[in-house]
């Protein structure tokens, strides 16, 4: 099986000398999903953005697919590993939920008519294709998260990496965001603290104590032993 | 809000919203050139323009009363001047300053809601209008959402807590805003983060490809031409 | 101070929309040619809360009511290219959104506030390496600039002004422009708190020239009002000796030569005249602008 996340001795300090992250060691391969747990503040998010190079680490390596995120590989980098943040007010900025979800395709460097395809294609995943000519602030929370998660299948990535999915989510809008994420056949990283949703989607998850990797294993031995 | 008026407007189907941005771009220019260069002599070619405009906007099938009183924000401003006019004994000159200046917002507002921001930005890009400057627009809009949004859940937070937004003490509005801005540039970064995420470098990449077609040809020449030579006719 | 349509004689918005396009083509390539997309979200928020800045406007009696402009603001964080186009697009969008300035007179406003109201406060700001009081200097150089243009190209246009008015509009310009500088000053300093190197020092000194450039500016457009201090018969005089009058009939010889042949109406000519002039610096500066691009591409 091929390794596509391989983190070795990550550390990350931020400008004021404040430890993010001392020392993480992970990997991840396809098709695997794993569930980072933790308290707030213990790095989760910050690790997840050295993952497609929004952070530079200040020691450690990160490669994905074998390749380190770096550089020239960046660009690549982004197509391989998409982010799903938090707030989707955040990343839907293009004026259409079609341009929104062409716009990744279309840095790549496609044509127009190549990125509406692939958009077509990613918002049919995702059960969005009929608000295509939709402006995304007129959407509701979990068309949103739905659209921001279609412009992130539009450049093909083999890992998807999910900050809090579920806030601003009702019960209904939840279940089914878990039911469409298991569908997706990428390897996937849910940074979360819904436990039913974890649940529903990873066998594995990671616990992050103030910027290092304490502990790994499946999902209910992790919750019994720091009674999560 | 006056712009999310024109924006639930600018989301027609209408004949004249699925016109090409550059055609109505241009037809407006025609308006406005002849519209500013008109003198207190002239007043019945402004009767006729008031009336092509409100036809258009009643043939848009927009609110014509609505769209014609969103125009009259200018109006304190010109009254103003014309008060001054009249004093100085020419009160035509002021008359005069108070109809351009309206009419003009007329063909601005009827240019806005019937043509979305989007679009707007496409038919500039295809008048050549610079690139970059485009795109700031782009960025500006959006970023001026992001603080309308920020600022309105501030001041829900505040009155929720203390009642109404002390507008009177500077201090307070002072660090209001000082605080306004730290939470705008705070989701500022995280959308650029996002896009950053998706490729971002610089360059948001072109998408629509509008074509203008043949009705498209007809709106500039069966508006824009009339409108002109119905000003040079009348000298 | 966003001068609407309707107010500006056919001449000064010619003239200042001839001007201001292929200012704002040329700033617009080298904003583009230097720009740090890491500086996006500051441009943006920047813009945005300039952008409402303007929308508070005091009235200063004589119609042309006074705000806080922003252009030294917006200046000294982005630097001048990228300031201008900021401010551009801030002034085209309250043109077409809230009717806030005319559209053929955004060339008039693109000019005062975006072109001359941000080199005008960067002038100084850079002369002085951008310490305290050259903030200051910037705010307050930059509004004064951009209101007594704006007020001269009125009175340019033959709109009706009491003396009187005249005077104690000036004397608020003069409290804005105070007003301004301070704000500017205060502005500046907390960001530069809040984010370290946000403002953008100077790098080359050439500190005469600078100096030189900011009161020139000052006083061209104290010279530009003094010479149209007399409300009518002003298109004649100022034809004569002002540097406006200059600055267009210099711009429109070369077509004025069609001028005489072409019709016998005043009106028509000299719509066409200007008008053809626009499309001719148009079509100017798209070639110049492709050429450009290709010879980068080339190199």
Redesign the interface.
């Known amino acids: 099986m091929s390794r596509i996340v391989e983190v070795r001795g990550l550390c990350y300090a931020w400008e004021d000398g404040t430890e993010a992250l001392r020392g993480i060691d992970f990997n991840l391969d396809a098709g695997q999903t794993v569930a980072l747990l933790g308290p707030n503040g213990s790095g989760k998010t910050t690790f997840a953005l050295h993952l497609n190079g929004l952070l530079q680490p200040s020691a450690g390596s990160v490669l994905i697919d074998g390749v380190a995120v770096r550089g020239k590989h960046l660009a690549a980098i982004r197509r391989k590993v998409g982010l799903v943040f938090q707030d989707s007010d955040n990343q839907l900025f293009m004026p259409t939920v079609l341009e929104d979800v062409a716009f990744a395709p279309l840095s790549a460097g496609l044509s127009p008519e190549q990125a509406t395809d692939k958009a077509i294609a990613a918002l049919r995943q995702v059960g969005m294709e009929s608000k295509s000519g939709k402006a995304p602030w007129h959407l509701s929370s979990g068309e949103k998260k739905r659209v921001a998660i279609a412009g992130i299948l539009a450049s093909d990535p083999l890992l998807l990496v999910l900050d809090e999915p579920t806030t601003f989510l009702d019960p209904p809008g939840q279940r089914s965001l878990a039911t469409l994420l298991a569908g997706l056949p990428q390897a996937k990283i849910l940074i979360t603290h819904d436990m039913p949703f974890a649940r529903s989607l990873a066998a594995e998850a990671v616990f992050f104590q103030e910027g290092s990797i304490t502990a790994r294993g499946s999902l209910e031995q992790i919750v019994t032993q720091f009674d999560w | 809000m006056r712009h999310a008026r024109l924006e639930l407007w600018s989301r027609g189907t209408s004949f004249a919203h699925r016109r090409h941005p550059a055609a109505k771009i241009v037809v407006t220019l025609a308006f406005l050139v002849s519209i500013a260069t008109l003198q207190p002599a002239h007043w019945p070619l402004g009767l006729l323009y008031f009336a092509m405009l409100s036809v258009l906007t009643w043939a848009a099938r927009l609110p014509v009363l609505r769209v014609q009183m969103a125009a009259s924000v200018v109006l304190p401003f010109a009254t103003v001047f014309a008060i001054f006019s009249f004093f100085a004994g020419a009160p035509e000159k002021g008359l005069a300053i108070m109809a351009r200046s309206w009419l003009s917002a007329f063909t601005t507002v009827l240019l806005m809601s019937t043509t979305s921001q989007p679009d707007l930005l496409a038919g500039l890009e295809v008048l050549h209008a610079p690139r970059f400057l485009v795109q700031v627009m782009q960025f500006l809009y959006r970023y001026l959402l992001v603080l309308l949004e920020e600022a309105s859940a501030m001041r829900a937070a505040a009155s929720s807590r203390a009642g109404k937004l002390g507008s009177r003490e500077f201090r307070r509005a002072a660090a209001a805003a000082g605080v306004l801005f730290a939470r705008s540039w705070g989701r500022a970064n995280s959308i650029h983060q996002a896009m950053t995420a998706r490729g971002f470098d610089g360059a948001i990449p072109r998408f629509r490809v509008l074509r203008p077609n043949l009705a498209d040809a007809w709106y500039v020449l069966g508006l824009a031409l009339p409108v002109i030579a119905a000003r040079v006719a009348l000298r | 101070m966003h001068i609407?349509?309707?107010?500006?004689s056919?001449r000064v918005?010619i003239a200042t929309d001839l001007l201001a396009v292929p200012a704002?083509?040329v700033l617009?390539?080298r904003?583009?040619a230097k720009?740090?997309?890491?500086r996006?979200?500051?441009?943006?928020?920047m813009?945005?809360?300039v952008?409402?800045a303007q929308m508070i406007n005091f009235p200063a009696g004589?119609?042309t009511?006074s705000h806080l402009v922003g252009a030294a603001l917006l200046g000294c964080l982005l630097g001048p290219a990228a300031a201008a186009?900021?401010m551009?697009?801030?002034l085209?969008?309250q043109?077409?959104?809230?009717?806030d300035g005319?559209?053929?007179a955004l060339g008039a406003n693109v000019f005062n506030m975006a072109i001359v109201g941000v080199f005008a406060g960067y002038l100084p700001f850079a002369a002085l390496r951008g310490s305290r009081a050259g903030l200051f200097l910037a705010g307050f150089c930059s509004l004064l600039s951009a209101a007594v243009l704006a007020l001269s190209e009125l009175l340019i246009s033959?709109?009706?002004?009491?003396p009187t008015?005249l005077s104690i509009s000036f004397a608020w310009f003069l409290v804005s422009a105070v007003i301004e500088g301070a704000l500017t000053m205060a502005v500046a300093v907390?960001l530069e708190r809040?984010q370290p190197g946000c403002l953008r020092k100077p790098t080359t000194g050439g500190r005469a020239w600078v100096f030189a450039g900011g009161a020139a500016a000052l006083l061209g457009s104290a010279g530009w009002m003094i010479a149209s201090d007399r409300?009518d018969g002003l298109q004649s005089l100022a034809l004569k000796t002002g540097i406006s009058g200059n600055a267009t009939s210099i711009i429109t010889s070369p077509l004025g030569a069609y001028q005489a042949s072409f019709v016998s109406?005043p009106?028509?000519a000299k719509?066409v005249a200007g008008?053809a002039g626009l499309v001719v610096i148009?079509v100017v500066?798209?070639a110049l602008?492709r050429g450009l691009r290709a010879t980068g591409e080339g190199a």
């Open positions: 609407p349509d309707g107010y500006l056919t918005w704002v083509a617009a390539r904003a583009q720009f740090d997309h890491h996006i979200p500051l441009m943006g928020v813009g945005a809360f952008f409402a004589n119609g009511s186009i900021v551009t697009a801030i085209a969008t043109a077409l959104l809230f009717q005319g559209l053929l033959g709109v009706s002004m009491p008015m907390a809040i409300p109406n009106w028509l719509s008008v148009y500066c798209v602008s």
